[in-house]
């Protein structure tokens, strides 16, 4: 199938490209590069050494004999570029990772928190419009995140988008309905994934478009069996206080002999995902499109709620690192429990990777071989949720 | 109290400004003139002789003695002068009718989606932001919409925006929670709407922004206390098929001899509520506002419901005017239900102005003395919610 893969020069969107091509598909990647000027805005460069798009595309050619198409398009500004590109290329599919995805740079400054609305919220719109205009029959594949349910859940479990929920008529009888799990987001930049929800379930009644929308977990690892055939194909590995996901940071602090930094009291529950599940995910939500007429598919794809304090006890045992507990910069619970449903990607047949499996080794040798790379005034996370909070940066400022 | 109206050019945004310099307000309008440009676009001027804003002010001054201040700015482009604007006024509070507010016109063309996506998205967003950045305790009044709810209410009332349900545990015992009625809106403009209403809730509960946010229903009639006391001051009447709002329309219709023009069966029930009584409802909000920590206040700012074909007839036989059913050019329910809950505004003490009042006249009044500046051609609806639909214009084109 022809795909086009938006975002396919970032963190989960170079993977699955390479994924989807190593399966046969026509991939097309499409990005304005984006991540790589907030690397430079942020001077915070990916631990790993990436390398251009040119270079990555040469290297996927020279080592799996497949090309993939690369067009530098703005999806959230070029909207007549994005209909021209629908329909010169028919694609089956669009796979759409094309928006700010770090919560903690889209509460880093007014300029930060407008530019993820806008990047978000316009690009997502500008998608969906697309595809009316143009009258195909494309499948949407978004990347949601469980952020999008906020952490509240009072022991139930987490259910895969939809709830079921009663409503009390005049004489006190039960009225069943289903409706999009409320939201309940913790950060503008989850605050747009619960805005794109709408935009779906408007864009799917009004006029019939095939939507999946995945709430996707905490991403870790960095490598897939596509990234490690050569080293010019690697995956970017953030580590730094905005873009660098918990389990990743923590593993490249215990590296370099930081100390692991948790926020708050660690309390915080969280649903974690390897970035190799992220790829096979992406290509079980292809291979099972809703049919026309159903209402957005939504599917949790995560492998496993853990305990920050846990996680970093785990690494700081493994790796004989110190735990240092730092102020929280977010404005969230200290503690809750996370019981999620993800039984629907379970009955595609997908058996997730956990953190007991083997796969941290693999993180903790990319970390260790690229240490020389790190800059640790990177490591806090300065982006404060509100005024009144303080930087999530230990006391004596790392390194001692 | 200062208080500053975004949008405080257009059709309830000028009459509210008069009302709220009226009872001793210092008022400052900001509008970047943006409802004018569209009458440009769309060939369709306001049927009463507006007046521009420099002549507006002017004849304020010298009827009610009172200045208003006014500044050219683009809510939604232009943050920087936002902040600037609300640092150097130090507003007590902020109404917010700054959106692109006509759903048949979110609806008309690739164009206009993402016109009304972004406009109205990163205008409610900016000011958000701009409150938080002064770090000025502002409380934020924003207009929405009766339509978020959606018409599938299933004999239950419409409560007002937060909704009681319950979730069973795993033991079949219920648990209650309190949620954001869940939206569904009807139209792109409505979409915005309840995007909107996350933002709220995000900034609400992550900074404790002070938010009113008014569902108000389909506005009809044109003049107020205020706009009645000079020509000059007269407020807008759209009558064309994107802007004029139904009743108006229908009224519209009649006066000139074109037959009241019905979408569908006519069996959409709606919520209806006198210009008069909007202004009067944020008078009413601006006194009331949330207390520090209070969740976003949700009211109802509705009147009464009616059935459309209900009130094509009742026009039709004050008026001597033919009904004509057309295609309805939206995706709606063809029937539907509507009882609404207004006890909110009702508690403060509002009496609403009902279709039975008199006020009728006045708009009869209104649409006959200035019949000879209506353009026909304007009043089909050609804005179709999908490729499948027909415009909602006659067969034989109107006037015969």
């Not at 399966?23 to 304005?32: C, Q």
């Not at 590109?85 to 509460?107: D, K, W």
């Not at 920050?308 to 102020?327: C, K, Q, T, W, Y």
Request: proline content about 5%; aromatic content about 8%; overall charge negative.
């Amino acid at each position: 199938m022809k795909v086009i893969v938006l975002g396919g020069d970032g963190f989960c969107g170079w993977p699955t490209s390479l994924h989807l091509s190593n399966l046969g598909h026509d991939v097309i990647i499409v990005d304005n590069f984006s991540r790589r000027a907030i690397d430079i805005e942020l001077g915070a460069d990916s631990l790993t050494p990436i390398r251009p798009m040119a270079t990555r595309l040469k290297a996927w050619k020279e080592t799996a004999g497949r090309s993939m198409g690369f067009v530098n398009l703005d999806v959230s500004r070029d909207f007549a570029g994005l209909v021209e590109l629908l329909r010169r290329e028919q694609p089956g599919a669009v796979v759409h990772f094309a928006e700010q995805r770090a919560a903690p740079y889209s509460m880093k400054s007014a300029r930060t928190k407008n530019y993820t609305i806008r990047n978000n919220l316009c690009g997502t719109h500008n998608i969906l419009n697309a595809i009316v205009e143009t009258g195909l029959d494309i499948h949407l594949i978004h990347l949601g995140s469980m952020g999008v349910y906020g952490y509240e859940t009072a022991g139930l479990p987490l259910p895969e988008g939809y709830q079921t929920i009663y409503l009390k008529d005049e004489e006190g009888g039960l009225l069943e309905r289903e409706i999009i799990y409320p939201p309940r987001p913790g950060s503008i930049y989850h605050l747009t994934k619960t805005q794109d929800a709408l935009a779906f379930q408007f864009y799917n009644g009004n006029d019939g478009l095939r939507i999946t929308d995945l709430h996707q977990g905490i991403v870790w690892g960095t490598q897939t069996d596509q990234t490690v055939r050569d080293e010019r194909l690697i995956n970017r590995f953030d580590y730094d206080g905005d873009y660098g996901t918990v389990l990743n940071r923590f593993l490249m602090q215990a590296a370099i002999g930081y100390p692991v930094t948790v926020h708050g009291t660690g309390g915080q529950t969280r649903a974690f995902i390897h970035i190799q599940d992220t790829v096979k995910c992406i290509e079980l939500a292809l291979e099972n499109p809703p049919a026309a007429g159903e209402p957005v598919h939504i599917l949790n794809q995560m492998a496993e709620s853990r305990r920050l304090r846990d996680l970093a006890e785990m690494i700081s045992e493994r790796m004989g690192a110190r735990v240092e507990f730092v102020p929280n910069p977010r404005n969230e619970a200290a503690e809750n429990e996370l019981v999620v449903k993800n039984e629907k990607f379970r009955s595609l047949g997908w058996k997730p990777i956990l953190l007991s499996d083997r796969l941290l080794e693999e993180v903790e040798e990319i970390v260790r071989k690229y240490r020389e790379r790190c800059d640790v005034s990177c490591i806090p996370c300065e982006s404060l949720w509100t005024r009144g909070h303080k930087p999530g940066a230990p006391e004596n400022g790392g390194l001692s």
